[in-house]
């Protein structure tokens, strides 16, 4: 057996996959984990040193998001010594495992919410929580629509008798709210997240709703939960991974920062789609349920604002960045398919500090828009007799009509895939773009977006083109080109393009 390597993650690039979706190794049509482990040579050729599995624990839905047993695998997916080869073979290869752990709800069909709603005097009543039907009248009425819920709903009748007490669910009625103020609810998730770090060896945790622990008019309560949690975490394995998802703004997503050390940076990502749609350099936030362009602002200072905002609260903070994930449309639909767009964001993305997310089949351009099934449509391996892709849904936008499969796009010098390839290749090999701080390098043309990275006596230059059209760089500081230099001719950088020098 070869020898264990060692990963740069956190510092280093990471893939999120929906185990779902993936890869078919038995043909039953739902990709399973020994399709993943048989895939693990793809990712360790693209470059990646982490992985990010979305839910795989036992649920009756196909996103399996309202879990019914937290010390399990899905049997779709295999059985748990399945589940450990994978991890065990990633690790292998240097590439760390982090899993989905969804403790802000169970499933209402998990055993503590079926005794919960027997009665008040069931043990399990303190797991949840409960309210009665007048105190709340003016709540169940209706509630704004979020980012990361489209519900209006919190509170939910048990059965649908709308005359008995009612409980907490922030996304739907499926996933009853647990209770953080019951001591037994806080043992038995530091017991949960124990078992995996402890029996199955995963490497962290990726924290889903991070920021709906306690209600918005509790948010410090959940402040002091991820704190302990962290903490909790910390003894059980040093060296723990935990990355929150907090869609809120920067000053909020602060004091989450406080108890995790990285979070999802939602800001970045909506910033870097706007830059290359609108083709200028533009930063965006998140205000209510979508996007705001903020049109006189500067991704880059927006950016280097909010890094050290997150770092005031935790030293030893790093960003997790992305361009899309399981939750938006995907990237490329938002850029009407352009595949110069998509490489374009790809630079952009693994150019900056933080650890970069790949959704997978973003790197091979794969389509889609909401409903949520839609985004999360099976991945393209090839095109004829492709008998790892899974087919339990049919696909609507990433099929062989609009998308090239891995297979075609390896052969493919210029395409997505080896462009991806090449820049993650890049980020892995000069160490000040994995590590280095963001510096500012300003250029007038707004269409340009320019930054520096800077590590220790060592100091990286990086331009985009955002415009579809050459674009003259007026700079003495270009002297050695490491990367892009074919597209940097006679003084101009070409369309959509970017160079790293120094």
Same mark, same amino acid.
């Given at each position: 057996?070869?020898?264990?390597?060692?990963?740069?993650?956190p510092?280093?690039?990471?893939?999120?996959?929906?185990?779902?979706?993936?890869?078919?190794?038995?043909? #039953?049509?739902?990709?399973?984990?020994?399709?993943?482990?048989?895939?693990?040579?793809?990712?360790?050729?693209?470059?990646?040193?982490?992985?990010?599995?979305?839910?795989?624990?036992? /649920?009756?839905?196909?996103?399996?998001?309202?879990?019914?047993?937290?010390?399990?695998?899905?049997? *779709?997916?295999?059985?748990?010594?399945?589940?450990?080869?994978? !991890?065990?073979? +990633?690790?292998?290869?240097?590439?760390?495992?982090?899993?989905?752990?969804?403790?802000?709800?169970?499933?209402?069909?998990?055993?503590?919410?079926?005794?919960?709603?027997?009665?008040?005097?069931?043990?399990?009543?303190?797991?949840?929580v409960?309210?009665?039907? *007048?105190?709340?009248?003016?709540?169940?009425?209706?509630?704004?629509?979020?980012?990361?819920?489209?519900? &209006?709903?919190?509170?939910?009748?048990?059965?649908?008798? =709308?005359?008995?007490?009612?409980?907490?669910?922030?996304?739907?009625?499926?996933?009853?709210?647990?209770?953080?103020?019951?001591?037994? !609810?806080?043992?038995?998730? !530091?017991?949960?997240?124990?078992?995996?770090?402890?029996?199955?060896?995963?490497?962290g945790?990726?924290?889903?709703?991070?920021k709906?622990?306690?209600?918005?008019?509790?948010?410090?309560?959940?402040?002091?939960?991820?704190?302990?949690?962290?903490?909790?975490?910390?003894?059980?394995?040093?060296?723990?991974?935990?990355?929150?998802?907090?869609?809120?703004?920067? =000053?909020?997503?602060?004091?989450?920062?406080?108890?995790?050390? +990285?979070?999802?940076?939602?800001?970045?990502?909506?910033?870097?789609?706007?830059?290359? &749609?609108?083709?200028?350099? !533009?930063?965006?936030?998140?205000?209510?349920?979508?996007?705001?362009?903020l049109?006189? =602002?500067?991704? &880059? #200072?927006?950016?280097?604002?909010?890094?050290e905002?997150?770092?005031?609260?935790?030293?030893?903070?790093?960003?997790?960045?992305?361009l899309?994930?399981?939750?938006?449309?995907?990237?490329?639909?938002?850029?009407?398919?352009?595949?110069?767009?998509?490489?374009?964001?790809? /630079?952009?993305?693994?150019?900056?500090?933080?650890?970069?997310?790949?959704?997978?089949?973003?790197?091979?351009?794969? @389509?889609?828009?909401?409903?949520?099934p839609?985004?999360?449509?099976?991945?393209?391996?090839?095109?004829?007799g492709?008998?790892?892709?899974?087919?339990?849904?049919?696909?609507?936008?990433?099929?062989?009509?609009?998308?090239?499969?891995? +297979?075609?796009?390896?052969?493919? /010098?210029?395409?997505?895939?080896?462009?991806?390839?090449?820049?993650?290749?890049?980020?892995? =090999?000069?160490?000040v @773009?994995?590590?280095?701080?963001?510096?500012?390098?300003? @250029?007038?043309?707004?269409q340009?977006?320019?930054?520096?990275?800077?590590?220790?006596?060592?100091?990286y230059?990086?331009?985009?083109?955002?415009?579809?059209?050459?674009?003259?760089?007026?700079?003495?500081?270009?002297?050695? &080109?490491?990367?892009?230099?074919?597209?940097?001719?006679?003084?101009?950088?070409?369309?959509?393009? /970017?160079?790293?020098?120094?």
């Amino acid at each position: 057996m070869k020898p264990v390597k060692t990963s740069d993650f956190p510092n280093a690039v990471a893939y999120e996959i929906f185990i779902q979706s993936f890869a078919d190794s038995n043909g #039953d049509g739902i990709g399973d984990f020994n399709g993943a482990t048989q895939k693990l040579s793809y990712l360790e050729d693209l470059g990646v040193q982490a992985v990010w599995l979305m839910p795989i624990m036992k /649920s009756p839905s196909y996103h399996k998001y309202d879990v019914t047993d937290y010390k399990s695998v899905h049997p *779709d997916y295999g059985t748990m010594d399945d589940f450990k080869h994978f !991890v065990k073979e +990633a690790h292998r290869r240097g590439i760390k495992v982090i899993i989905d752990m969804i403790i802000n709800h169970t499933g209402s069909e998990h055993p503590w919410f079926l005794e919960a709603k027997k009665g008040k005097d069931n043990p399990y009543r303190e797991y949840y929580v409960w309210a009665d039907k *007048d105190s709340i009248a003016d709540q169940i009425a209706k509630k704004e629509v979020t980012q990361d819920s489209d519900n &209006i709903r919190q509170w939910h009748a048990v059965d649908g008798d =709308e005359s008995k007490e009612h409980y907490y669910g922030f996304f739907w009625g499926g996933m009853p709210d647990l209770n953080f103020d019951s001591p037994k !609810v806080r043992k038995e998730i !530091v017991d949960i997240s124990r078992f995996w770090l402890e029996e199955v060896d995963v490497d962290g945790f990726r924290l889903d709703a991070a920021k709906h622990i306690y209600p918005d008019d509790r948010v410090k309560d959940s402040y002091q939960w991820w704190q302990y949690y962290s903490n909790e975490m910390k003894k059980i394995k040093s060296d723990v991974y935990l990355v929150g998802e907090v869609w809120a703004p920067a =000053e909020l997503v602060k004091e989450f920062a406080k108890g995790l050390p +990285a979070l999802f940076n939602f800001d970045l990502a909506g910033s870097i789609q706007q830059a290359v &749609i609108n083709e200028k350099n !533009v930063a965006a936030t998140i205000e209510g349920p979508k996007w705001v362009m903020l049109e006189n =602002e500067s991704l &880059i #200072d927006r950016l280097m604002e909010q890094r050290e905002l997150f770092k005031s609260a935790n030293k030893d903070y790093h960003d997790a960045i992305f361009l899309s994930n399981h939750d938006q449309n995907r990237v490329l639909s938002n850029f009407d398919g352009d595949i110069e767009k998509g490489k374009l964001a790809a /630079s952009i993305l693994l150019t900056l500090p933080g650890s970069p997310y790949i959704y997978y089949g973003e790197e091979i351009g794969m @389509l889609g828009m909401k409903p949520d099934p839609n985004i999360r449509e099976p991945m393209l391996w090839n095109n004829e007799g492709d008998s790892m892709r899974t087919s339990w849904m049919k696909s609507k936008y990433a099929t062989d009509e609009t998308v090239t499969p891995v +297979a075609k796009q390896q052969k493919n /010098s210029t395409s997505m895939l080896n462009h991806y390839k090449e820049l993650i290749s890049l980020r892995n =090999e000069h160490e000040v @773009l994995a590590k280095g701080e963001l510096i500012k390098y300003p @250029l007038e043309n707004q269409q340009l977006l320019s930054f520096g990275r800077k590590l220790n006596d060592t100091t990286y230059y990086v331009i985009h083109n955002l415009s579809a059209e050459p674009i003259e760089i007026k700079s003495t500081k270009i002297n050695q &080109i490491i990367f892009g230099k074919s597209d940097f001719v006679d003084g101009k950088l070409n369309g959509r393009k /970017s160079i790293v020098f120094k």
